[in-house]
C-alpha cells in the first residue's frame, strides 16, 4: 500500500550522503526546521507526547522533537535517508533516539489506528500521488483529539517563480527537477481533503523566503510555503 513515486524515492535516497550538510542540497531544509519547531510548539507541548513524523528523510525534524523529550517515530520510503538518520543520532544523550521505519502512511496506519499525539508531515504532500490517501491515513493514525501539522507549497506563480525557477535554477538551492509544480496544493484544496478526512483546519501560517538574508521567517503570506494546524475530533 504505497502512495509514492519510484522516481521520488529514488531523488531522495540520492540526497541522503548530503542531507546533514547545512549548506548541501538539502540547506532549506535546515533553515526551515526551526520555523516549522516554533510553529509546532505555538500549539503544544512535546515532552513525552507520541510523534509520528510521516516523510521524515535523513531526521532533522525528528531529532529535534526528540531532542525536546518526544516520543517520535519516522516513516520515510527512501531507505538511504533512513540509514543516514540513524547514524546521526548523538550517542552521548539520555534521551530516546527516534525509531525509523520503512513504511507508507497507509500500510503502517491499519496496524497502529490513533496511537499517536502529534503527526508532522513537513513538505511531503506534494511530492505524493494521492495527498487523500495520505491525509485519511494521517486521520486513523492520530488519536482522538490529536494534532496534524504540515507544510507544503502552494500552487501559484508566486511559488513557481520562487520554489522552481528561484530555487532550483538561479540560486540553484535544491537540485533541479526538486519539485512538479502541477502537484502543489492551494490552501482552500488542502482543507477541502482535511474536512473529507474527519480533521478540522485549527491555522494557517504562510512560510517566506528572504532573498536578502537568504532566510526563511513566519508571514501572513500564504502565496509561496505554508504550514497548517489540524485536529481530530475527541
Not at 513504511?103 to 503502517?108: L, V
Not at 494521517?138 to 501559484?156: M, Y
Amino acid at each position: 500500500m504505497h502512495n509514492s513515486s519510484p522516481h521520488e524515492i529514488a531523488k531522495f535516497n540520492s540526497m541522503a550522503s548530503t542531507w546533514w550538510d547545512p549548506h548541501g542540497p538539502c540547506e532549506p531544509l535546515h533553515k526551515l526546521n526551526p520555523i516549522r519547531l516554533s510553529y509546532i510548539t505555538k500549539f503544544t507541548a512535546l515532552e513525552d507526547k507520541k510523534i509520528l513524523d510521516i516523510g521524515c528523510g535523513g531526521g532533522i525534524l525528528s531529532e529535534s522533537m526528540a531532542m525536546m523529550g518526544a516520543q517520535v517515530t519516522g516513516l520515510d520510503l527512501a531507505e538511504d535517508a533512513l540509514t543516514v538518520a540513524k547514524l546521526h543520532w548523538p550517542q552521548n544523550t539520555a534521551l530516546t533516539a527516534p525509531c525509523y521505519l520503512n513504511h507508507s502512511a497507509e500500510s503502517f496506519a491499519h496496524s497502529h489506528p490513533e496511537q499517536f499525539d502529534i503527526i508532522t508531515c513537513m513538505e511531503l504532500m506534494e511530492h505524493v500521488p494521492n495527498p487523500l490517501s495520505l491525509i485519511q491515513s494521517i486521520a486513523l493514525l492520530l488519536k482522538p483529539g490529536g494534532k496534524l501539522f504540515c507544510s507544503t507549497l502552494n500552487r501559484s506563480p508566486a511559488s513557481y517563480l520562487t520554489a522552481i525557477i528561484g530555487a532550483e535554477y538561479i540560486l540553484a538551492k535544491l537540485p533541479k527537477g526538486t519539485h512538479d509544480y502541477q502537484k502543489f496544493i492551494r490552501p482552500n484544496e488542502f482543507s477541502a481533503l482535511l474536512r473529507q478526512s474527519g480533521l478540522t483546519l485549527k491555522d494557517l501560517t504562510g512560510v517566506k523566503y528572504n532573498l536578502f538574508t537568504q532566510n526563511f521567517n513566519i508571514s501572513s503570506d500564504l502565496s509561496v510555503n505554508y504550514l497548517l494546524h489540524a485536529t481530530k475530533a475527541l
